[in-house]
């Protein structure tokens, strides 16, 4: 009843930026948290942003002050704002979203599809 579609994501170099987005699109009630994570090849998979429903951002030292997670809460989307991108960002992108159905429902999580980011050095 609930899918995530996320968009942006391809192949850019060193340097660069790129801009994710992650819409949630079904029976929505509300919507908690929201996340996005990276998995590169042979390794699991990580945190790199998070947003909490007050606004409250949190990110691992790998990409603080160069990625920026944004909620629009009336598209219930979440962005990722990646700027100044490494060879080491390269990975698998999947964004999160806690949401509940129901205004006082319990929540679950949703996953997206996943999106290919490609840094060339």
């Known amino acids: 009843q609930v899918q995530l579609v996320e968009s942006g994501g391809g192949l850019v170099q060193a340097g660069g930026s790129l801009r994710l987005s992650c819409a949630a699109k079904?029976?929505?009630?509300?919507?908690?948290?929201m996340a996005w994570y990276r998995q590169a090849p042979g390794k699991q998979r990580e945190l790199v942003a998070h947003i909490v429903n007050g606004g409250t951002t949190t990110y691992p030292d790998s990409v603080k002050g160069r990625f920026t997670i944004l909620r629009d809460r009336a598209k219930n989307t979440v962005s990722l704002e990646m700027n100044s991108l490494k060879p080491e960002d390269t990975g698998v992108y999947y964004c999160k979203q806690q949401i509940s159905s129901t205004i006082y429902g319990t929540y679950s999580d949703y996953w997206g599809q996943g999106t290919q980011v490609t840094v060339s050095s």
């Open positions: 079904g029976r929505i009630g509300t919507i908690n948290t």
